[in-house]
Every structure is written in structure tokens, then in C-alpha cells.
């Protein structure tokens, strides 16, 4: 068949699709993650006061005291955490699991949210629990949607993080950082090449 002939059989006045949604921040995010269920009996719950002095136990034993001259930590350091972002797992008689929490930051002239510390207790870990503790504080997170994070590419990029890469040579942080190790959620559409400048801690306009 040519190509006039195709369209002859063509109707003229096809209808046309109905508009997508074409908006990708909204349809990408959060990042939809493949992750096995949790384990029988663990929940995940906003994180409140009564869980402060579990968290800080567990980072006590799983940082050591070098946690609070990781650049992470210094870029928290004098934040009060924003209530309603950090996550929690909990067993069945709500012993303290893992955490995770959140922090307003800017990344240059971008306002975002930096995720720190993730901490599941060792006689725990490999159950996905650390998997769920991200995706359920990323996904409850107000926008911005872009989180910046200090850790292994190995193990956050299933869970929708990617390295900056040599964007990362862009930034600019408190306390010296292996940068191949800075790594961002975003929507796929976001701009990573417009990444530079100071990363700081600070709440956002909006007063997140
Ligand atoms: C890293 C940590 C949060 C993982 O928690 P978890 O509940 O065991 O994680 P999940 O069960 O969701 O995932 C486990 C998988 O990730 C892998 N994994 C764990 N740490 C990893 C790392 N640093 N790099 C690559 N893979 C890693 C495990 O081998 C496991 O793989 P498998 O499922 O193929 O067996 C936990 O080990 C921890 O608290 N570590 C100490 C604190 C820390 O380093 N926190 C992160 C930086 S702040």
C-alpha cells in the first residue's frame, strides 16, 4: 500500500486521543519501587518524641561517635527535625527497628531534603526493612520532590536514588564528603546539571 493509499483509507476526521497527563514530575513520583513485603508483624509509623531515644541509641551503636563530623551531620547540626517526616519500623510491641529521618536543606538555589540517617538494627537487617523505611519517608514528603543523600549507589539506587556524578563536583558542603557517594531522587525530568552551588540546611520559604 502507498502512501497515498494510506491515506485515503485514513478517516479524515479521526478522533483525536484524550490529553494525557502529561505532567512526568507528577506521574513520576514518588519512584515506584518493586520491594518484597515487609516482614510478618513490622510496621512502619511517622516517627515521633517517643521514639528519640531509641533512634539515638541505634545510631550510637551502628555510627559510632564519628556520626557527628560526617558531613551529613553537619549539615543537620543545630536543625530541629521537622515533625511528620522521619519514619519508624516498629515490631509487634513497638520496639524500635529503624529509622529514618529528614531535613529541609537547599542545594544551591534549589530547596530540597536531605535523608539521614537510615539505621535499621543489625539482628534485623535484610528483611526490606530499610528499603520501606525510604519509600515510605520519601513518598510522604511535601515538595520539593528532590532528596539529596550521602551513601552507597549499590544500595539506594533500587530504591530510586541516582550518583550525582560529576555534578557533584559542583557542590559545595560543610565538611569534606567522597562525592561519588552524593546521591539525589528527583523526577526523571529534573535537571540534574542545574545542581551547584552551597549545600546548606535551612527550612524552606513555605516554613518546611
Ligand atoms: C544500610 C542499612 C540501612 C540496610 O538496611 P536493611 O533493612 O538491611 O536493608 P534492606 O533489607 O532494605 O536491603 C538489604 C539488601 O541491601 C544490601 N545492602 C545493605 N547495605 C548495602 C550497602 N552498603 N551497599 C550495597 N548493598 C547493601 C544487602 O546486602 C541486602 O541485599 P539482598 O536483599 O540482595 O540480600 C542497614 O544495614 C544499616 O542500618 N546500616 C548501618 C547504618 C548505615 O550505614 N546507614 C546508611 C547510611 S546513613
Redesign the pocket.
Same mark, same amino acid.
Given at each position: 500500500m502507498n502512501k497515498a493509499m494510506i491515506q485515503k483509507t485514513l478517516p479524515s476526521s479521526a478522533p483525536s486521543a484524550p490529553p494525557a497527563d502529561v505532567s512526568p514530575s507528577a506521574a513520576d513520583w514518588p519512584p515506584r519501587l518493586d520491594? !518484597?513485603a515487609l516482614p510478618l508483624g513490622v510496621r512502619i509509623v511517622a516517627r515521633t518524641r517517643s521514639h528519640q531515644t531509641a533512634t539515638e541509641n $541505634?545510631?550510637a551503636r551502628?555510627?559510632g561517635p564519628g556520626r557527628h563530623v560526617?558531613a =551529613?551531620a553537619m549539615l543537620r547540626e543545630g536543625q530541629e527535625e521537622p515533625r511528620g517526616l522521619g519514619r519508624a =519500623?516498629l515490631d509487634r510491641r513497638g520496639r524500635l527497628l #529503624?529509622s /529514618?529521618a529528614f531535613w529541609p536543606i537547599h542545594i544551591g538555589a534549589h530547596p530540597g531534603w536531605l +535523608? #539521614? *540517617? +537510615? $539505621?535499621?538494627? *543489625?539482628a @534485623?537487617?535484610?528483611? #526490606?526493612?530499610?528499603? @520501606? +523505611? /525510604?519509600q515510605a519517608g520519601v513518598s510522604g514528603l511535601p515538595p520539593p520532590h528532590l532528596v539529596l +543523600? /550521602? #551513601?552507597? /549507589? =549499590?544500595?539506594?539506587e !533500587?530504591?530510586g536514588f541516582r550518583a550525582l556524578g560529576f555534578q557533584a563536583l559542583k557542590l559545595d558542603l560543610p565538611a569534606p564528603v567522597d562525592k561519588a557517594r552524593l546521591l539525589v531522587c528527583a523526577p526523571p525530568d529534573f535537571a540534574l546539571a542545574e545542581l551547584e552551588g552551597r549545600v546548606r540546611a535551612g527550612p524552606h520559604q513555605d516554613g518546611a
Open positions: 520491594l !518484597p $541505634l545510631a551502628l555510627l560526617r =551529613a =519500623a #529503624g /529514618v +535523608l #539521614g *540517617p +537510615l $539505621l535499621v538494627d *543489625p @534485623h537487617e535484610g528483611r #526490606g526493612i530499610g528499603g @520501606h +523505611l /525510604v +543523600l /550521602v #551513601g552507597d /549507589v =549499590a544500595y539506594y !533500587p530504591l
